[in-house]
């Protein structure tokens, strides 16, 4: 290469503020390099694979001349470059393309390969499926335990009104005990032994929330003529079953 003069246009135009210098050299080394590359580039010796693909792919895209005996033939049949195939013109214009194998693999190993990428797949989807149906059944059995407690807390609380009812219309009556211990609400404060022995006494009984509601709604109605859900107090059995809606709480919603 020629070397460039300091004294023509180009290096007198040039900027020469402080630090300028260093980015200049910088920028010629990474310009040399450039060149560096490109001329090795130039000088290196293609590989046999690639002279031959480059013979092909400038074969294949050459058109076929009257030297190729198979074009001669098609010739002599009438056949004109450039139109398609067949008697009435329905055949294809362009040649059948090549399918070069440069891989060492078998034959058939592409359809394996194909074939275990689909089924992968489609175990990935199935496997998405599953847990989507598994995230859907969780979702609906939370909202099933959901209303499930809702409920059970519903029926606890009306479990303690009717208790309260109950203890109420009973001292009114003069009776000092319950007909069962757990027809009135249980005092907060109480010795050790009589806790323990409520405690066996309630798990003996086995008796649900709802069990207890149930039991101790009619006995409030047949006893004192009181309905929990109406919250009325009636002069007797006739008048109960005249004027109350119903003897449950399902009646009364």
Request: with cysteine; glycine share 6%.
């Amino acid at each position: 290469e020629e070397e460039e003069d300091y004294m023509s246009d180009l290096f007198i135009k040039q900027d020469v503020r402080p630090g300028l210098p260093m980015v200049r050299r910088v920028k010629e080394a990474f310009q040399k390099e450039e060149k560096q590359k490109e001329a090795n580039e130039k000088n290196r010796q293609k590989s046999i694979k690639e002279e031959e693909k480059e013979r092909r792919d400038l074969v294949l895209k050459s058109a076929l001349g009257n030297e190729n005996k198979g074009f001669a033939l098609l010739q002599k049949m009438g056949y004109k470059s450039g139109q398609a195939l067949g008697k009435s013109g329905e055949g294809i214009v362009e040649p059948i393309p090549l399918n070069i194998k440069t891989g060492l693999s078998g034959l058939g190993h592409e359809e394996l390969k194909k074939r275990k990428a689909e089924e992968k797949l489609e175990n990935y989807r199935q496997k998405l499926h599953m847990k989507k149906q598994a995230n859907e059944q969780a979702a609906d059995q939370f909202r099933i335990r959901f209303k499930t407690k809702q409920e059970e807390r519903k029926m606890e609380g009306d479990l303690r009104k009717s208790q309260r009812a109950c203890q109420q219309l009973d001292m009114q009556k003069d009776i000092d005990v319950p007909k069962e211990t757990w027809f009135w609400i249980e005092p907060e404060e109480e010795d050790k032994k009589d806790e323990e022995d409520k405690k066996d006494e309630c798990t003996s009984s086995d008796l649900s929330v709802s069990e207890k509601l149930h039991i101790l709604t009619a006995y409030l109605r047949e006893e004192h003529f009181y309905c929990i859900w109406c919250g009325t107090t009636y002069e007797d059995s006739e008048d109960l079953s005249s004027n109350c809606p119903g003897d449950s709480a399902a009646d009364h919603d």
